[in-house]
C-alpha cells in the first residue's frame, strides 16, 4: 500500500534530476548541505514556484507518454481486453481442473489410506449427522403422512369450486405444507441439541449445516409443489396433466436436492474436514451429473416443446409471436443444451460471481416470460369468452356488437405485441443488456414514453368517438326506435358519417404524429401539394365529386329511390360522395359514378301516377267503359291498398284508335312509389269488372282477304269438316277449304 511516506519521497527523487532552476537555486546558495534528506529536498522545490512548475510540466509529460505507450489505438485496447478476459478464463479454468484432480486424489487418498485420527474424527462426524438426519428425515415423513388426508380433502372440495374458493384452498393446503416443512425442521434440531448433544444445548456445525440445507432444500420443493401439485389436480394452478405435473416435479425435486445438499452440506463438510480441493471436486461432480440429468430433460421433451412451439403457425396465425415461436421450435433442444453448459462453465471460471448474477437473472428472465404467458392467456380466455350486450342495446344497435368483436382480434394483436416487447424489454434489464428502467427515468425516457402514451391515448379517444357516431347513426337509422327516417336523412346520414369517418382518421393520425414528435406543418403543406397535383392529376375524379355534391343539394335522390340513370333503372342502395350504387329488378348491382351521369329520372319524387290505359273493342260502349273504370277504382278504394292513394281517379277518356282497339285513360295518384303496387291491383279489378259486364278487351284481328273476279264479287270462303294429315309431317291437322 502506497504511504505518505512513499509519496514524498517518490517526489523527492525526481526532483533530484537536475532541473535548471531547482540546480541555479542550489548552486547559489553554498550554506546548504551536499546531503539533504527527500523531505528537505522536496520542501525546497515546493517553496520555489519555479521549481515547482517545472516538477508539474515534467509530471504531465511522462504521464501522456506513458498513457500513450499502454493505449496505442482504440482498437488495441479492446482486443487487449479481450484477450486479457480470454487468458483470465483460460487461466481459471486450468486452476479449476487442477483444483479438481487434487481434490480427486486428496478423496482417493483419504479411501486407500486413511489418516487413523482424521478417520475417527470423521467418524464421529458421520454417526451424529447420520442420527440427526434419520430422525429430521423420519419425522418430516411422518407429519407429511399425516397431512396428506388434509390436503386430499381440499382437493376434493376445491373441484369445480370458483376460482377464489380454489384459491383459498391451495394457500391453506401450501401453508400446511409450509408447517410441515418447519415442524419436521424443529424436531431435528430439538434431536441435535438434546439427543445427540447430550442435553448440553449444544450442537455440532455439522449438524447446523445439515438442518439449514433441508430447510432450504423443503422449502424449494414446497414452492414446486404450490405450482405443480403432482397428487392434487384440483389445487393445481398450471393448467397440465397429471403425468406432465408428475414428471417435472420429480426431475426439478431430485436436481434441487442434488445440488442443494451437496453445496449446503456435503461440500462444507469436506472443506472442513478433509480439503478445500476435495470439496470443489464433489461440487464440479454434482455439477456435472446435474447438466446430464438436465440434458437428458431437454432431449425427451424435444419433440413435445416443439409442436407446443409450431402450434400457432400451424394453425394459420402470422403474428410476431407464431413466426417467432415456429422460428425457435427447431432449435431450441440447442439453444437450452448451450445455456446449461454455459452455466457450467461460468461457475467454473467465476463461481462466486458470475454464477449468482447469471442465475438471477435467468430466474427474473423465467418469471417475465411466465407473467407474459399469463397475461396473454388471461386476455385471449376473455376474448375468447365473447362480448354479448344487453338484449335492449342490441336492438337498438344490431351493429354495435359485430363491430367490436371484429375491433377484438387487432385490439388482441396490439396487446400481443405490447406485451412480448415487455418480456423483451424485461430480459434485457436482467441480464443487463440494457438499463431501461434508467432510461425511463431519464429526461429523454419520460419524453418519449409521455409522448408514446398520449397519442395512445389520442387513439383510444379517437375510436371512441368514431363508435359514438357510428351508434349514433344506426340508432337514428333504426326505424324500430324513434321516428322512422325518411330517404333524404338516411342519405345526408351515411354521408355524414363517411366524411367524419375520412375527417376523424386524418385529424387522429395528425395529433398522434405530432404527440410523438413528428412535425405535421411539412405533412400539411405536402399534403396541400398532393393533393393540387391530384386534382389536374384525376380529373374524372374531381369531376365525380363536384357532381356529386350539386346533386346532393339539389335533392335528386336518395336511398331507397326508383330511379333511372341513363340505360340503368333500379333501386338507390348507396350514395356516397363519388358514385351511386342502383340494383336493378334482376337483382344486379351497378356502379355508376356521378362523372357519366346526365339525366336522373327519380320515379319516387313528391308522388307517383298509375296510368291505366285500357284497349277496348271498337263495338263498345265507351260510357259503359268509363263506369266500369270507376268502379273498379271504387272497389280499389275499399281494399288495403287505399292508404296509397291520394287523389280521386283522373279520366282522360279516349286517347287513341287502335287496329284491334279503342284505347281508353285514366290516371291514379298515389304515395312515392305506391304506382307499381296500386297499378297491379287496379288491373285485377279492372279485369274483374268487364268480364262481369262483358266488355270485351280485344287481341289483334286478322281480316283474310280472298280477292274478287270480274264481277266485282267474291267467292265464298268453306271450311270442311275434313281433316287429313299431310305425309312425312308431325300428324297436324290440316284444314281442308274450297279455296284449295
Do not use: C
Not at 400451424?314 to 431450441?332: E, H, M, N, P, T
Not at 356502379?591 to 327519380?602: E, G, K, M, Y
Amino acid at each position: 500500500m502506497i504511504t505518505l511516506r512513499h509519496l514524498v519521497s517518490l517526489l523527492a527523487l525526481l526532483a533530484l534530476f537536475a532541473l535548471p532552476p531547482a540546480a541555479d537555486a542550489q548552486e547559489n546558495d553554498q550554506s546548504t548541505p551536499q546531503t539533504v534528506t527527500g523531505v528537505d529536498e522536496l520542501i525546497r522545490i515546493l517553496e520555489s514556484e519555479e521549481a515547482r512548475t517545472a516538477l508539474l510540466t515534467r509530471l504531465k509529460t511522462e504521464a501522456a507518454t506513458q498513457a500513450s505507450t499502454d493505449q496505442p489505438s482504440g482498437e488495441a485496447t479492446i482486443a487487449r481486453q479481450v484477450a486479457e478476459q480470454t487468458r483470465a478464463a483460460a487461466e481459471q479454468i486450468v486452476a479449476g481442473g487442477s483444483t479438481v484432480w487434487t481434490g480427486l486424489v486428496a478423496l482417493a487418498a483419504m479411501i486407500t489410506d486413511p489418516d487413523p485420527g482424521d478417520y475417527t474424527a470423521l467418524r464421529s462426524i458421520i454417526l451424529n449427522v447420520v442420527l440427526v438426519a434419520a430422525g429430521l428425515f423420519t419425522s418430516f415423513l411422518v407429519l407429511r403422512i399425516l397431512v396428506h388426508p388434509l390436503q386430499r380433502s381440499f382437493d376434493n372440495r376445491a373441484a369445480g369450486r370458483h376460482w377464489f374458493v380454489k384459491a383459498t384452498y391451495v394457500l391453506v393446503a401450501t401453508v400446511a405444507d409450509v408447517v410441515t416443512v418447519a415442524l419436521a425442521w424443529g424436531v431435528g434440531y430439538f434431536l441435535a441439541l438434546q439427543v445427540v448433544g447430550g442435553g448440553t444445548g449444544q450442537m455440532d456445525i455439522n449438524q447446523t449445516l445439515l438442518l439449514n440445507a433441508f430447510l432450504l432444500v423443503e422449502l424449494i420443493k414446497v414452492t414446486m409443489r404450490l405450482l405443480l401439485h403432482p397428487r392434487f389436480s384440483n389445487l393445481r394452478p398450471i393448467p397440465v396433466s397429471d403425468t406432465s405435473a408428475a414428471y417435472w416435479y420429480f426431475w426439478i425435486a431430485r436436481i434441487v436436492s442434488l445440488i442443494g445438499y451437496a453445496f449446503m452440506f456435503v461440500a462444507p463438510i469436506m472443506a472442513t474436514n478433509v480439503s478445500e480441493s476435495a470439496a470443489q471436486a464433489v461440487r464440479v461432480l454434482v455439477m456435472f451429473t446435474a447438466l446430464v440429468i438436465g440434458v437428458v430433460i431437454i432431449l425427451q421433451n424435444r419433440d413435445r416443446v416443439r409442436h407446443a412451439l409450431s402450434s400457432g403457425a400451424a394453425q394459420g396465425r402470422s403474428d410476431f409471436v407464431s413466426r417467432s415461436s415456429a422460428l425457435l421450435a427447431g432449435i431450441w433442444h440447442l439453444l437450452a443444451i448451450a445455456y446449461l453448459f454455459a452455466i457450467v462453465l461460468v461457475w467454473l471460471v467465476n463461481p462466486s460471481g458470475a454464477l449468482p448474477y447469471m442465475m438471477a437473472a435467468t430466474l427474473k428472465s423465467i418469471v417475465a416470460i411466465v407473467v407474459g404467458g399469463l397475461v396473454t392467456a388471461f386476455i385471449g380466455r376473455f376474448a375468447n369468452a365473447g362480448l354479448r350486450l344487453p338484449d335492449d342495446l342490441r336492438a337498438r344497435l344490431p351493429a354495435l356488437e359485430a363491430r367490436l368483436k371484429a375491433f377484438v382480434p387487432g385490439v388482441m394483436q396490439i396487446i400481443r405485441a405490447i406485451v412480448t416487447f415487455g418480456v423483451i424489454i424485461a430480459i434485457a434489464q436482467a441480464w443487463r443488456l440494457i438499463d431501461f428502467l434508467a432510461w425511463l427515468a431519464s429526461d429523454s425516457g419520460q419524453r418519449v414514453s409521455g409522448s408514446t402514451l398520449a397519442a395512445l391515448i389520442i387513439l383510444l379517444f379517437g375510436f371512441v368517438a368514431y363508435l359514438a357516431v357510428s351508434s349514433w347513426v344506426e340508432y337514428r337509422l333504426n326505424p324500430q326506435f324513434g321516428t322512422i327516417p325518411t330517404s333524404r336523412e338516411k342519405t345526408l346520414l351515411s354521408l355524414f358519417q363517411n366524411a367524419f369517418t375520412i375527417a376523424l382518421v386524418v385529424l387522429v393520425t395528425m395529433l398522434a404524429l405530432a404527440q410523438i414528435g413528428v412535425n405535421i406543418a411539412p405533412l400539411l403543406a405536402g399534403a396541400g401539394v398532393l393533393g393540387l397535383a391530384i386534382g389536374f392529376g384525376a380529373q374524372k375524379l374531381v369531376q365525380d365529386i363536384i357532381t356529386g355534391v350539386f346533386i346532393q343539394l339539389e335533392n335528386v335522390m336518395n336511398e331507397g329511390d326508383v330511379v333511372s340513370l341513363g340505360s340503368v333503372s333500379g333501386v338507390v342502395e348507396r350514395l356516397t360522395i363519388r358514385s351511386v350504387s342502383i340494383r336493378s329488378l334482376d337483382g344486379t348491382l351497378h356502379l355508376i359514378p356521378f362523372s357519366s351521369v346526365d339525366t336522373v329520372s327519380n320515379m319516387m319524387k313528391g308522388f307517383s301516377y298509375h296510368v291505366a290505359e285500357i284497349g277496348v273493342a271498337y263495338r263498345e260502349d265507351i260510357t259503359e267503359v268509363k263506369e266500369a273504370m270507376h268502379e273498379a277504382f271504387d272497389l280499389l278504394m275499399q281494399s288495403e291498398w287505399r292508404e296509397m292513394i291520394v287523389d280521386k281517379l283522373d279520366m282522360h277518356g279516349v286517347t287513341a284508335f287502335g287496329d284491334s282497339a279503342v284505347m281508353v285513360r285514366a290516371r291514379i295518384k298515389t304515395v312515392p312509389g305506391g304506382h307499381w303496387a296500386t297499378g297491379r291491383a287496379y288491373n285485377e279489378l279492372i279485369k274483374q269488372v268487364f268480364d262481369r259486364r262483358g266488355i270485351e278487351i280485344p287481341f289483334p284481328h286478322v281480316t283474310l282477304y280472298m280477292g274478287e273476279d270480274k264481277a266485282g264479287m267474291s267467292p265464298p270462303l268453306r271450311v270442311k269438316n275434313e281433316v287429313r294429315t299431310e305425309s312425312g309431317s308431325d300428324d297436324r291437322p290440316v284444314l281442308i277449304t274450297d279455296a284449295e
